[in-house]
Protein backbone atom coordinates (compact mmCIF):
# COMPACT_ATOMS: atom_id res chain seq x y z
CA UNK A 1 0.00 0.00 0.00
CA UNK A 2 1.60 3.09 -0.98
CA UNK A 3 1.40 6.74 0.83
CA UNK A 4 -1.39 8.09 -1.01
CA UNK A 5 -3.80 5.04 -0.42
CA UNK A 6 -2.43 5.41 3.71
CA UNK A 7 -3.62 8.85 3.66
CA UNK A 8 -6.86 7.99 1.80
CA UNK A 9 -7.80 5.20 4.48
CA UNK A 10 -7.02 7.74 7.58
CA UNK A 11 -9.35 10.59 6.20
CA UNK A 12 -12.62 9.11 6.67
CA UNK A 13 -11.17 7.83 10.37
CA UNK A 14 -10.00 11.29 11.14
CA UNK A 15 -13.06 12.69 10.22
CA UNK A 16 -15.14 10.38 12.44
CA UNK A 17 -12.90 11.18 15.20
CA UNK A 18 -13.40 14.89 15.24
CA UNK A 19 -16.92 14.26 14.70
CA UNK A 20 -17.27 11.88 17.85
CA UNK A 21 -14.62 14.79 19.77
CA UNK A 22 -17.26 17.42 18.95
CA UNK A 23 -20.33 15.36 19.77
CA UNK A 24 -18.22 14.74 23.16
CA UNK A 25 -17.78 17.93 24.07
CA UNK A 26 -21.18 19.33 23.08
CA UNK A 27 -22.64 17.08 25.66
CA UNK A 28 -20.12 17.59 28.26
CA UNK A 29 -21.35 21.31 27.46
CA UNK A 30 -24.89 20.61 28.36
CA UNK A 31 -24.19 18.65 31.46
CA UNK A 32 -22.03 21.74 33.13
CA UNK A 33 -24.94 23.75 31.85
CA UNK A 34 -27.58 21.60 33.75
CA UNK A 35 -25.08 21.13 37.18
CA UNK A 36 -24.87 24.61 37.41
CA UNK A 37 -28.79 25.01 36.81
CA UNK A 38 -29.68 22.25 39.31
CA UNK A 39 -27.28 23.57 41.79
CA UNK A 40 -28.90 27.11 41.17
CA UNK A 41 -32.34 25.67 42.47
CA UNK A 42 -30.50 23.69 44.90
CA UNK A 43 -29.55 26.70 46.96
CA UNK A 44 -32.69 28.60 46.18
CA UNK A 45 -34.65 25.75 47.89
CA UNK A 46 -31.97 24.72 50.54
CA UNK A 47 -29.37 28.28 51.69
CA UNK A 48 -27.44 27.63 54.25
CA UNK A 49 -28.91 28.68 57.31
CA UNK A 50 -28.38 31.71 59.44
CA UNK A 51 -24.24 31.06 61.09
CA UNK A 52 -25.65 32.57 64.54
CA UNK A 53 -28.97 33.36 66.53
CA UNK A 54 -28.13 34.77 69.86
CA UNK A 55 -26.00 31.84 71.59
CA UNK A 56 -26.21 29.46 69.06
CA UNK A 57 -24.23 28.82 66.27
CA UNK A 58 -25.54 26.71 62.85
CA UNK A 59 -24.15 24.81 60.26
CA UNK A 60 -25.42 22.39 57.60
CA UNK A 61 -23.92 20.07 54.63
CA UNK A 62 -25.38 18.24 51.97
CA UNK A 63 -24.98 15.74 49.14
CA UNK A 64 -27.43 14.16 46.99
CA UNK A 65 -26.81 10.82 45.81
CA UNK A 66 -26.73 12.07 42.29
CA UNK A 67 -23.65 14.00 42.67
CA UNK A 68 -23.61 15.59 39.19
CA UNK A 69 -27.32 17.07 39.54
CA UNK A 70 -26.14 18.16 43.34
CA UNK A 71 -29.97 17.81 43.89
CA UNK A 72 -32.10 15.20 46.27
CA UNK A 73 -34.39 15.27 48.60
CA UNK A 74 -33.32 15.63 51.76
CA UNK A 75 -33.99 19.39 53.49
CA UNK A 76 -33.26 21.55 56.46
CA UNK A 77 -34.23 25.20 57.50
CA UNK A 78 -33.89 27.45 60.44
CA UNK A 79 -36.11 30.22 61.67
CA UNK A 80 -36.30 32.89 64.56
CA UNK A 81 -39.62 33.19 65.39
CA UNK A 82 -40.89 34.40 68.77
CA UNK A 83 -41.24 30.88 70.24
CA UNK A 84 -37.59 30.91 69.82
CA UNK A 85 -35.76 29.14 66.98
CA UNK A 86 -37.10 26.76 64.98
CA UNK A 87 -35.95 23.65 63.00
CA UNK A 88 -36.57 21.08 60.48
CA UNK A 89 -34.16 18.50 59.06
CA UNK A 90 -36.59 16.07 56.95
CA UNK A 91 -35.90 13.15 54.15
CA UNK A 92 -38.75 13.16 51.16
CA UNK A 93 -39.34 9.60 49.68
CA UNK A 94 -37.47 9.00 46.74
CA UNK A 95 -34.25 10.88 45.40
CA UNK A 96 -33.43 13.72 42.29
CA UNK A 97 -36.22 15.56 40.86
CA UNK A 98 -39.26 13.05 41.29
CA UNK A 99 -38.27 14.55 45.42
CA UNK A 100 -37.77 18.14 44.87
CA UNK A 101 -41.39 19.08 44.35
CA UNK A 102 -42.03 17.67 47.25
CA UNK A 103 -38.71 19.17 49.00
CA UNK A 104 -40.15 22.79 47.66
CA UNK A 105 -43.71 22.32 49.17
CA UNK A 106 -42.38 21.27 52.63
CA UNK A 107 -39.77 24.29 53.12
CA UNK A 108 -42.70 27.09 52.35
CA UNK A 109 -45.60 25.18 54.46
CA UNK A 110 -42.27 25.36 57.53
CA UNK A 111 -41.33 28.92 56.72
CA UNK A 112 -45.10 29.76 56.89
CA UNK A 113 -46.09 27.67 59.83
CA UNK A 114 -43.03 28.39 62.36
CA UNK A 115 -44.32 31.76 62.69
CA UNK A 116 -47.76 30.88 63.90
CA UNK A 117 -47.48 27.19 65.21
CA UNK A 118 -48.11 27.59 68.90
CA UNK A 119 -46.25 24.91 69.83
CA UNK A 120 -44.42 21.87 67.99
CA UNK A 121 -47.33 19.74 67.29
CA UNK A 122 -48.82 22.50 65.65
CA UNK A 123 -46.61 22.76 63.59
CA UNK A 124 -46.56 18.80 62.47
CA UNK A 125 -49.84 19.33 62.00
CA UNK A 126 -49.73 22.52 59.42
CA UNK A 127 -46.88 20.67 57.40
CA UNK A 128 -48.94 16.96 57.41
CA UNK A 129 -52.06 18.45 56.51
CA UNK A 130 -49.72 20.40 53.96
CA UNK A 131 -48.61 16.92 52.17
CA UNK A 132 -52.14 15.77 52.25
CA UNK A 133 -53.44 18.66 50.41
CA UNK A 134 -50.67 17.87 47.95
CA UNK A 135 -52.13 14.41 47.46
CA UNK A 136 -55.91 15.24 47.71
CA UNK A 137 -57.43 13.46 44.49
CA UNK A 138 -54.78 10.97 43.91
CA UNK A 139 -55.33 7.71 44.20
CA UNK A 140 -55.34 5.51 47.81
CA UNK A 141 -51.55 4.03 46.56
CA UNK A 142 -50.25 7.81 45.80
CA UNK A 143 -51.44 8.69 49.12
CA UNK A 144 -49.02 6.34 51.88
CA UNK A 145 -45.96 6.95 48.73
CA UNK A 146 -45.56 10.68 49.50
CA UNK A 147 -44.20 11.28 52.65
CA UNK A 148 -41.58 12.75 54.30
CA UNK A 149 -39.92 11.97 57.74
CA UNK A 150 -39.01 14.83 60.06
CA UNK A 151 -37.42 16.61 62.61
CA UNK A 152 -39.03 19.23 64.79
CA UNK A 153 -37.14 21.49 67.26
CA UNK A 154 -37.51 24.51 69.08
CA UNK A 155 -35.04 26.44 70.83
CA UNK A 156 -36.57 29.03 73.28
CA UNK A 157 -35.25 32.46 73.65
CA UNK A 158 -33.64 33.00 77.07
CA UNK A 159 -33.33 29.27 78.21
CA UNK A 160 -31.37 26.17 77.55
CA UNK A 161 -33.66 23.71 76.99
CA UNK A 162 -34.35 22.47 73.59
CA UNK A 163 -37.69 20.54 72.54
CA UNK A 164 -37.76 17.85 69.93
CA UNK A 165 -41.12 15.74 67.89
CA UNK A 166 -39.66 12.98 65.98
CA UNK A 167 -41.75 11.88 63.28
CA UNK A 168 -40.27 8.82 61.93
CA UNK A 169 -36.40 10.42 61.72
CA UNK A 170 -33.52 9.13 63.22
CA UNK A 171 -33.03 10.37 66.25
CA UNK A 172 -30.30 13.39 66.69
CA UNK A 173 -27.36 12.98 68.75
CA UNK A 174 -26.64 15.60 71.92
CA UNK A 175 -22.87 15.49 72.55
CA UNK A 176 -21.61 17.24 76.20
CA UNK A 177 -17.80 17.07 76.09
CA UNK A 178 -17.22 13.44 74.48
CA UNK A 179 -20.30 11.74 76.00
CA UNK A 180 -22.76 11.12 72.89
CA UNK A 181 -26.13 9.77 73.37
CA UNK A 182 -29.43 10.03 70.91
CA UNK A 183 -32.43 12.78 72.20
CA UNK A 184 -35.74 11.82 72.17
CA UNK A 185 -36.51 8.96 74.14
CA UNK A 186 -40.21 8.30 73.38
CA UNK A 187 -41.50 5.62 70.06
CA UNK A 188 -41.02 7.90 67.13
CA UNK A 189 -44.68 9.76 65.37
CA UNK A 190 -45.64 8.25 61.42
CA UNK A 191 -44.05 10.36 59.01
CA UNK A 192 -45.73 13.58 57.44
CA UNK A 193 -48.07 13.06 55.14
CA UNK A 194 -49.40 9.71 56.86
CA UNK A 195 -51.23 11.79 59.47
CA UNK A 196 -54.27 10.24 58.25
CA UNK A 197 -53.39 6.78 59.40
CA UNK A 198 -53.28 8.08 63.24
CA UNK A 199 -54.63 10.02 66.02
CA UNK A 200 -52.22 12.21 66.87
CA UNK A 201 -48.32 12.63 67.55
CA UNK A 202 -45.33 11.69 70.03
CA UNK A 203 -45.11 13.84 73.10
CA UNK A 204 -42.58 16.58 72.74
CA UNK A 205 -38.78 15.67 74.47
CA UNK A 206 -38.09 18.67 76.29
CA UNK A 207 -33.87 18.35 76.95
CA UNK A 208 -31.52 20.75 78.55
CA UNK A 209 -29.11 22.09 75.99
CA UNK A 210 -26.32 23.65 77.85
CA UNK A 211 -23.40 25.49 77.03
CA UNK A 212 -20.87 24.22 74.41
CA UNK A 213 -23.31 21.39 73.92
CA UNK A 214 -23.66 20.31 70.32
CA UNK A 215 -26.62 18.66 68.41
CA UNK A 216 -26.11 16.96 65.45
CA UNK A 217 -29.06 15.99 62.99
CA UNK A 218 -28.64 13.66 60.22
CA UNK A 219 -30.70 11.58 57.43
CA UNK A 220 -30.68 7.85 56.93
CA UNK A 221 -28.00 8.70 54.19
CA UNK A 222 -25.41 8.97 57.23
CA UNK A 223 -26.56 6.69 59.58
CA UNK A 224 -26.77 3.66 56.15
CA UNK A 225 -24.05 4.43 55.26
CA UNK A 226 -22.32 0.92 54.35
CA UNK A 227 -18.58 0.60 54.20
CA UNK A 228 -16.84 -2.42 52.03
CA UNK A 229 -17.67 -5.17 54.35
CA UNK A 230 -21.43 -3.69 54.62
CA UNK A 231 -21.09 -2.06 57.97
CA UNK A 232 -23.12 0.58 58.58
CA UNK A 233 -21.86 3.81 59.74
CA UNK A 234 -23.37 4.79 63.58
CA UNK A 235 -22.48 8.41 64.54
CA UNK A 236 -23.53 6.95 68.46
CA UNK A 237 -20.07 5.16 67.90
CA UNK A 238 -18.03 7.20 65.89
CA UNK A 239 -18.69 10.87 67.46
CA UNK A 240 -17.01 10.52 70.47
CA UNK A 241 -13.68 9.76 68.46
CA UNK A 242 -14.39 13.16 66.67
CA UNK A 243 -15.36 15.42 69.17
CA UNK A 244 -14.82 17.73 71.12
CA UNK A 245 -16.21 20.72 68.32
CA UNK A 246 -15.28 23.77 68.50
CA UNK A 247 -17.75 25.14 66.35
CA UNK A 248 -21.24 23.80 64.91
CA UNK A 249 -19.28 24.24 61.17
CA UNK A 250 -16.90 22.09 62.57
CA UNK A 251 -18.93 19.73 63.76
CA UNK A 252 -20.88 19.17 60.12
CA UNK A 253 -18.02 19.22 58.08
CA UNK A 254 -16.26 16.25 60.26
CA UNK A 255 -19.19 14.11 60.77
CA UNK A 256 -19.28 14.19 56.76
CA UNK A 257 -16.05 14.03 56.37
CA UNK A 258 -15.39 10.77 58.62
CA UNK A 259 -19.05 9.30 56.01
CA UNK A 260 -17.13 9.38 53.14
CA UNK A 261 -14.16 8.03 54.63
CA UNK A 262 -16.35 5.03 55.95
CA UNK A 263 -17.79 3.94 52.57
CA UNK A 264 -14.76 5.12 50.38
CA UNK A 265 -16.91 4.53 47.33
CA UNK A 266 -19.98 5.77 45.20
CA UNK A 267 -22.67 7.39 47.49
CA UNK A 268 -26.20 5.45 47.34
CA UNK A 269 -28.44 7.82 48.86
CA UNK A 270 -28.75 11.93 49.80
CA UNK A 271 -26.73 13.12 52.77
CA UNK A 272 -27.94 15.95 54.93
CA UNK A 273 -26.35 17.58 58.40
CA UNK A 274 -27.20 20.11 60.48
CA UNK A 275 -25.42 20.95 63.58
CA UNK A 276 -26.33 23.35 66.56
CA UNK A 277 -23.97 24.14 68.96
CA UNK A 278 -25.12 26.51 72.45
CA UNK A 279 -21.45 28.33 72.88
CA UNK A 280 -22.52 31.04 75.12
CA UNK A 281 -20.78 34.02 73.93
CA UNK A 282 -23.82 35.53 72.17
CA UNK A 283 -27.16 37.02 74.10
CA UNK A 284 -30.17 33.63 74.98
CA UNK A 285 -32.29 33.85 72.06
CA UNK A 286 -33.13 36.48 69.67
Known amino acids: ?10 VPAG ?3 LCVRRRLARQADRLEAARAVAE ?3 RALLPSPPRR ?6 AARYEAAHGGARLGGDLYAVRATRFGTRVLLGDVRGKGLDAVSTVALLLGAFREAAERAPDLAALARRLDIALECETHGHDADTLETVFATALLLEFPAGTHTMRLLNLGHPPPYLIRGTDTGTVGGTEPGLPLGLGHLCRGFPAVAEVAFERDSV ?24 LPRLAPFPAAHAAAGAV ?5 RWTDGP ?6 ILAVRRDGSGPPGE
Open 53 to 58: IGDLEL
Open 215 to 238: LIMVTDGVTEARNRTGDFYDPQRH
Open 1 to 10: MNDAERIFEM
Open 256 to 260: LADVK
Open 40 to 42: RIQ
Open 15 to 17: AVA
Open 267 to 272: QADDRA
